[in-house]
């Protein structure tokens, strides 16, 4: 069995989800295993346009899994946001996109925190007030 890892050497738009989406076609798994749905990536399959924010691009090739590993920090109402979208474009069902029981759960709480930590004064983080950090 072999396998490839893709790790990001620097923040921002590198390019990983492209590279990630690429291999995908050949692999039987593709799992996210950081971040948050902070951020974003735009992919082509099949003449289909689709942006994903925490589900791995893996879930638009039919013989792939998916997963959404432990490291990752998953917010439930943005990712049901994502999957009808997903389920727009391909048929998905519980065997091939999985979410693993120790993802970092966001809740409103989180959020809240964020936005707090944000408007303490002139220095600010940056953060995109989703609630990542805090979690």
């Not at 390019?15 to 050949?26: C, N, Q, R, S």
């Not at 924010?53 to 990752?72: A, D, N, Q, R, Y």
């Not at 389920?87 to 065997?95: A, D, V």
Request: hydrophobic residues 35%; contains cysteine.
């Amino acid at each position: 069995m072999q396998t490839v890892a893709i790790i990001g050497a620097q923040w921002g738009d590198e390019g990983k989800g492209k590279i990630t989406d690429m291999l995908a076609e050949k692999c039987d798994y593709v799992v996210r295993y950081q971040g948050g749905h902070n951020a974003g990536h735009t992919i082509w399959v099949s003449g289909k346009k689709t942006v994903l924010h925490v589900i791995p691009s893996g879930v638009l090739h039919s013989h792939c899994t998916s997963i959404i590993g432990h490291g990752v920090v998953f917010e439930p109402e943005n990712f049901l946001k994502e999957l009808n979208n997903v389920k727009s474009l391909t048929t998905i069902n519980h065997e091939r996109l999985k979410v693993s029981e120790n993802a970092t759960v966001i809740t409103s709480y989180h959020r809240l925190l964020d936005g707090a930590r944000e408007s303490q004064g002139p220095e600010k983080i940056g953060t995109t007030g989703k609630g990542i950090g805090p979690a």
